[in-house]
Nanobody
């Protein structure tokens, strides 16, 4: 079955960096687009970044120039590099993909930006 397991979240000071990882299994990773979403307390879930099977990337305006999504098909893993973090980046970050028209989500990893 499809599994997405995120890791790498934590507490970081404003201006700091984190790298999130999402280990995928149960589907053909190399031919699948992958996305990162986030949900802050009291807010709706939003798309942060996505990467196609050909590694074309797209970002939310709020994170352009600060976050970078990448993938390693040999490791079935997608990454999200978070730089210049701001308190408003505090959220649970989720990895997601669609397989046969069904959307799968990981359990999420908490990112807290605070001094």
């Amino acid at each position: 079955q499809v599994q997405l397991v995120e890791s790498g979240g934590g507490l970081v000071q404003p201006g700091g960096s984190l790298t999130l990882s999402c280990a995928a299994s149960g589907f053909t990773f190399s031919t699948s687009g992958m996305s990162w979403h986030r949900q802050a307390p009291g807010k709706e879930r939003e798309m942060v970044a996505r990467i196609s099977k050909t590694s074309t990337t797209d970002y939310a305006d709020s994170v352009k120039g600060r976050f970078a999504i990448s993938r390693d098909n040999a490791k079935n893993t997608v990454y999200l590099q978070l730089n210049s973090l701001k308190p408003e980046d505090t959220a649970i970050y989720y990895c997601t993909t669609t397989v046969r028209w069904y959307a799968y989500w990981g359990q999420g990893t908490q990112v807290t930006v605070s001094s």
